[in-house]
């Protein structure tokens, strides 16, 4: 490797930390960081940690070498990083204040089991003393959490004020929720002491050692979550170190850093963290929310100047803007700055995860999210396809396989010959030449009257498989018909005629609306003969009323989106009949799922 590959074993950073260290910056001079002569310290890592950190050095020889190449006399060696970081994901406590998100014990129970799957090192289960629902996933946790990999960590604060450790009710439900580890909650700012607590500073003081010691005593790890921490520290740096020191000498096994209001930048956070790493010998972590739309930015800053554990959330979920989403602090860690996170042969599972955890918390997963998103690595048309059908690396970050995404080509009708070919490669299609042009025909004609290929990947897929001479031979139509009747109450009834080899099937079905009806009795003419059908739905319909903008005349759009549980698709229908352009769409999907889902039979 040349001098820009990473250089850190354990010992050479810990020896880093030890006493005054020169490390090279990005633009090729060298600086040194005082530790104000303390004493030697390191920060002691997990055993699941020692198992990355060795994972880690396996994964140094990337085939995809996503640095920009050093160039102008610039010098872009990596700073000075610790070798690993824990990471710690709060989903299930603070990803769960979002908007909307709302979690039964058992969605709770598989979002837990979806992060030990991909690897992180600590699962903040929630706060059992703070509401039924939390004590309940606590009680059920060791009988149906079978972890392998994560620890789980119950949430509380520290003890109230005016109160001794041993009568306080939160802290009496973190011991019994018997998990080894927990998180406890710290005022660290004296505004919010003063203001929120109506308490003395030296009370708050108080109230973390008491607490750290008494769950100490209780056998149990204590994370010190220091809430207000970087707001706190700019308005009085003293009565924020104190409370550090006082879970230090308490015995705390991580000082956390909160950015609870989210708007620290990142060259404060790198300030302020190695202000305090120079201080403490303790493990030091942060936790940032997104309010500045620099929790990512953030955590990596906290990361460069030594902070070993990273809170967060997969997809950045969490109240207001969100908390640091660790689907992308994970990889920019593991990726870019070769700082061990979760094992390395996990990291491809970091796009699957994170979908299925969308689903578990019902929330759409977002198409733009870094990494993990449908669309980003998705190109489109022109120069830059046939660019990256040369080069791969030439317009993506990172190889998208590392992350367990993939390279998408998206077609329209800007679609070149090139773009087709992908498209066509990426489904293991072969197109001569004229089936290409034949294509490329369609796609601008149909464009033209409606259609919109880029996003209906599904009835693309069909549209290229037909230029090859493919025809769908699952079914043929020979009439359709919807009734909307208002009598009593407004009902819905369709009827399909259709062809399964010889058979003419005719099937009739209600519905709570013309779609409906007709998704019910198309299933209900072909189900049996294509039992896997049964494991196909329609999740999503949307309409469109496209307006003469393309000389059309006004015309109807339609979009279905369909599952199998394993892979989704889009297909469209555009008409300027409603129930025309729906039939399209949803011939199409079910189409599509036949022929994915191996619906043998006719
Ligand atoms: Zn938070």
Same mark, same amino acid.
């Given at each position: 490797?040349?001098?820009?590959?990473?250089?850190?074993?354990?010992?050479?950073?810990?020896?880093?930390?030890?006493? /005054?260290?020169?490390?090279? $910056?990005?633009?090729?001079h060298?600086?040194?960081?005082? &530790?104000?002569?303390g004493?030697?310290?390191?920060?002691?890592l997990?055993?699941?940690?020692?198992?990355?950190?060795?994972?880690?050095?396996g994964?140094?020889? $990337?085939?995809?070498?996503?640095?920009?190449?050093?160039?102008?006399?610039?010098?872009?060696?990596?700073?000075?990083?610790?070798?690993?970081?824990? +990471?710690?994901?709060?989903?299930?406590?603070?990803?769960?204040?979002?908007?909307?998100?709302?979690?039964?014990?058992?969605?709770?129970?598989?979002?837990?089991?979806?992060?030990?799957?991909? /690897?992180?090192?600590?699962?903040?289960?929630?706060?059992?003393?703070?509401?039924?629902?939390?004590?309940?996933?606590?009680?059920?946790?060791?009988?149906?959490?079978?972890?392998?990999?994560?620890?789980?960590?119950?949430?509380?604060?520290? !003890?109230?004020?005016?109160?001794?450790?041993?009568?306080?009710?939160?802290?009496?439900?973190?011991?019994?929720?018997?998990?080894?580890? +927990?998180?406890?909650?710290?005022?660290?700012?004296?505004?919010?002491?003063?203001?929120?607590?109506?308490?003395?500073?030296?009370e708050?003081?108080?109230?973390?050692?008491?607490?750290?010691?008494?769950?100490?005593?209780?056998?149990?790890?204590?994370?010190?979550?220091?809430?207000?921490?970087f707001?706190?520290?700019k308005?009085?740096?003293?009565?924020?170190?104190r409370?550090?020191?006082?879970?230090?000498?308490? /015995?705390?096994?991580?000082?956390?850093?909160?950015?609870?209001?989210?708007?620290?930048?990142?060259?404060?956070?790198?300030?302020?963290?190695? $202000?305090?790493?120079?201080?403490?010998?303790?493990?030091?972590?942060?936790?940032f929310?997104?309010?500045?739309?620099?929790?990512?930015?953030?955590?990596?800053?906290? %990361?460069?100047?030594?902070?070993?554990?990273?809170?967060?959330? %997969?997809?950045?979920?969490?109240?207001?803007?969100?908390?640091?989403?660790?689907?992308?602090?994970?990889?920019?860690?593991?990726?870019?700055?070769? %700082?061990?996170?979760?094992?390395?042969? !996990?990291?491809?599972?970091?796009?699957?995860?994170?979908?299925?955890?969308?689903?578990?918390?019902?929330?759409?997963?977002?198409?733009?999210?870094?990494?993990?998103?449908?669309?980003?690595?998705a190109?489109k048309?022109?120069?830059?396809?046939?660019?990256?059908?040369?080069r791969?690396d030439?317009?993506?970050?990172?190889?998208?396989?590392?992350?367990?995404?993939?390279?998408?080509?998206? %077609?329209?009708?800007?679609?070149?010959?090139?773009?087709?070919?992908?498209?066509?490669?990426?489904?293991?299609?072969?197109?001569?030449?004229?089936?290409?042009?034949?294509?490329?025909?369609?796609?601008?004609?149909?464009?033209?009257?409606?259609? &919109?290929?880029?996003?209906?990947?599904?009835?693309?897929?069909?549209?290229?498989?037909?230029?090859t001479?493919?025809?769908?031979?699952?079914?043929?139509?020979?009439?359709?018909?919807?009734?909307a009747?208002?009598?009593?109450?407004?009902?819905?009834?369709?009827?399909?005629?259709?062809?399964?080899?010889?058979?003419?099937?005719?099937?009739?079905?209600?519905?709570?609306?013309?779609?409906?009806?007709?998704?019910g009795?198309?299933?209900?003419?072909?189900?049996?003969?294509?039992?896997?059908?049964?494991? +196909?739905?329609?999740?999503?319909?949307?309409?469109?009323?496209?307006?003469?903008?393309?000389?059309?005349?006004?015309?109807? !759009?339609?979009l279905?989106?369909?599952?199998?549980?394993?892979?989704?698709?889009?297909?469209?229908? +555009?008409?300027?009949?409603?129930?025309?352009?729906?039939?399209?769409a949803?011939?199409?999907?079910?189409?599509?799922?036949?022929?994915?889902?191996?619906?043998? /039979?006719?």
């Amino acid at each position: 490797m040349s001098s820009d590959g990473p250089t850190l074993g354990d010992e050479s950073y810990a020896s880093a930390r030890r006493g /005054g260290h020169g490390h090279t $910056h990005g633009h090729g001079h060298t600086h040194t960081h005082s &530790h104000g002569g303390g004493p030697a310290h390191s920060h002691p890592l997990t055993p699941g940690q020692e198992a990355h950190a060795h994972g880690r050095r396996g994964a140094t020889d $990337h085939d995809h070498d996503d640095r920009p190449p050093a160039g102008g006399g610039h010098d872009f060696a990596l700073p000075d990083l610790p070798p690993a970081v824990d +990471v710690f994901d709060t989903t299930l406590r603070d990803g769960s204040q979002q908007e909307g998100l709302s979690l039964t014990v058992d969605d709770k129970l598989r979002v837990a089991e979806q992060l030990d799957h991909l /690897g992180v090192t600590f699962i903040e289960g929630g706060w059992p003393g703070a509401n039924p629902k939390d004590a309940e996933f606590f009680a059920r946790a060791p009988k149906e959490l079978d972890l392998s990999h994560a620890t789980l960590v119950a949430f509380g604060s520290t !003890r109230r004020a005016g109160v001794r450790a041993e009568d306080d009710e939160t802290l009496r439900h973190l011991v019994e929720a018997q998990t080894g580890a +927990v998180c406890i909650v710290a005022k660290s700012s004296e505004v919010h002491v003063v203001d929120a607590l109506r308490t003395t500073l030296d009370e708050a003081v108080a109230m973390v050692t008491d607490s750290v010691e008494f769950l100490r005593a209780n056998d149990l790890r204590v994370f010190l979550d220091a809430e207000h921490f970087f707001d706190g520290y700019k308005a009085n740096p003293e009565f924020t170190l104190r409370i550090l020191q006082a879970a230090e000498e308490a /015995g705390a096994e991580t000082l956390v850093l909160c950015d609870t209001n989210g708007g620290t930048l990142p060259f404060e956070v790198e300030r302020i963290v190695s $202000h305090v790493l120079d201080r403490f010998e303790t493990q030091v972590g942060v936790h940032f929310h997104n309010d500045s739309g620099c929790a990512v930015a953030n955590s990596l800053a906290g %990361v460069t100047v030594g902070a070993t554990h990273v809170q967060g959330c %997969v997809n950045g979920y969490g109240e207001r803007a969100g908390n640091a989403d660790l689907a992308a602090v994970v990889p920019d860690l593991s990726l870019k700055l070769r %700082v061990a996170t979760i094992p390395a042969d !996990r990291l491809p599972l970091l796009t699957p995860v994170s979908h299925h955890i969308a689903e578990l918390v019902n929330i759409a997963p977002n198409p733009q999210q870094p990494f993990v998103g449908a669309s980003v690595f998705a190109h489109k048309a022109g120069l830059h396809t046939s660019a990256i059908a040369r080069r791969s690396d030439a317009y993506e970050h990172v190889s998208p396989d590392l992350v367990g995404n993939g390279t998408r080509f998206v %077609v329209s009708e800007m679609a070149g010959r090139s773009t087709l070919a992908m498209k066509a490669a990426e489904l293991g299609l072969e197109l001569d030449s004229d089936a290409m042009t034949s294509v490329l025909d369609s796609l601008k004609t149909l464009e033209y009257e409606g259609y &919109h290929f880029e996003v209906a990947d599904g009835s693309l897929e069909l549209l290229l498989r037909n230029s090859t001479g493919w025809r769908q031979d699952f079914f043929t139509l020979e009439s359709y018909r919807v009734i909307a009747d208002q009598g009593d109450e407004l009902s819905t009834e369709a009827t399909v005629k259709v062809r399964v080899g010889d058979e003419r099937i005719v099937a009739t079905a209600e519905g709570n609306g013309p779609v409906n009806a007709l998704d019910g009795a198309l299933r209900s003419a072909i189900g049996s003969r294509y039992p896997s059908l049964e494991g +196909v739905h329609l999740v999503d319909y949307r309409v469109r009323v496209l307006d003469s903008a393309k000389g059309t005349g006004s015309v109807t !759009r339609v979009l279905i989106d369909s599952t199998d549980g394993d892979r989704t698709w889009t297909t469209i229908g +555009v008409s300027e009949n409603i129930i025309a352009a729906s039939w399209q769409a949803l011939s199409d999907s079910v189409v599509y799922g036949l022929l994915h889902t191996g619906g043998a /039979g006719a």
